[in-house]
C-alpha cells in the first residue's frame, strides 16, 4: 500500500495550492479517502474527506468553502485545492485512508485512530 502525496510549498497568504495524492495497493472506490493536518506544535487535524465510491464530501468548519477536496478514480488521485489560504493554514498535510466498512456516520471520519493507511505528509506554509 503506498499514499504520495505532492503539491506543497510556500504561499502567500491569500494564495491557492493544490495538492494531490496517488494511492495503490488497495481497492480506492472501497474506502473513503481524507486530508489530515497536523500544524506546528498541535495534534492531528482532520481537514476534509470524499467517499471514493460515491463522491459525497465533507468538510471541517475552519475550510469550509476554501478548500474543495476531488478524487479521479481512474487514476486513483485524491486532490485538495486550497484557495484563499491564510497562516493558520500552515501545517503538514497528510492523505489518509479509512475503509468504509468502519464509517457509520459522517463524524467517524474526524477519528484519525479509524484510518488505515498514511501516506508520508506534504509541507504547506503560508506566509508573506
Known amino acids: 500500500v503506498q499514499l504520495v502525496e505532492s503539491g506543497g510549498g510556500l504561499v502567500q497568504p491569500g494564495g491557492s495550492l493544490r495538492l494531490s495524492c496517488a494511492a495503490s495497493?488497495?481497492?480506492?472506490?472501497?474506502?473513503?479517502m481524507s486530508w489530515v493536518r497536523q500544524a506546528p506544535g498541535k495534534g492531528l487535524e482532520w481537514v476534509s474527506s470524499?467517499?471514493?465510491?460515491?463522491?459525497?464530501?465533507y468538510y471541517a468548519d475552519s475550510v469550509k468553502g476554501r478548500f474543495t477536496i476531488s478524487k479521479d478514480n481512474a487514476k486513483n488521485t485524491l486532490y485538495l485545492q486550497m484557495n484563499s489560504l491564510k497562516p493558520e493554514d500552515t501545517a503538514v498535510y497528510y492523505c489518509?485512508?479509512?475503509?468504509?466498512?468502519?464509517?457509520?456516520?459522517?463524524?467517524?471520519?474526524?477519528?484519525?485512530?479509524?484510518?488505515?493507511?498514511w501516506g508520508q505528509g506534504t509541507q504547506v506554509t503560508v506566509s508573506s
Open positions: 489518509a485512508a479509512v475503509h468504509n466498512i468502519v464509517v457509520v456516520t459522517p463524524t467517524d471520519l474526524s477519528d484519525t485512530r479509524r484510518y488505515n493507511y
Open positions: 470524499i467517499y471514493t465510491g460515491g463522491g459525497s464530501t
Open positions: 495497493g488497495f481497492t480506492f472506490s472501497r474506502y473513503y
